[in-house]
C-alpha cells in the first residue's frame, strides 16, 4: 500500500512540475538503486534487497519534496513587491511617502 501511494505522489508532482527538473525524480530511482545494490555488494547483510528498495524509495521521497518545496517557495516570491500596496494607496491619493 505505502508503495503505490508512493507512485501516485511520484506521478501528482511531476505532473505538476515544468522544465527539465520534470525527470529528475524517475532518473533518481535507478541510480539510487543501484547505488545502494553497489553498497550492499560489498557490505553483506540479510536484508540487503529490501533495504536497497527501501533506500530507493525514501530518496525518491525526499527529492520530491525538495523539488515541490522549491516550486512552492518560487510561486510565493512571484507576487512580492518591495513596496507595500498600502504606501502606494497613499501616494496615489495625494499624500507624501515617509519612509
Known sequence: ???THAI???????DEINGKIKF???III???????????HYIKSDFDL???LFIMIISTMTVLF???KK???KETQIFKTKIDIK???KVDEGEIDER
Open 24 to 26: 529528475i525524480p524517475y
Open 71 to 73: 516550486k512552492k517557495q
Open 1 to 3: 500500500m505505502f508503495i
Open 87 to 89: 504606501s502606494l494607496e
Open 50 to 52: 529490501s533495504t536497497s
Open 66 to 68: 525538495l523539488i515541490k
Open 8 to 14: 501516485i505522489y511520484l506521478i501528482k508532482t511531476t
Open 30 to 40: 535507478p541510480i539510487s538503486y543501484i547505488i545502494a545494490r553497489i553498497f550492499f
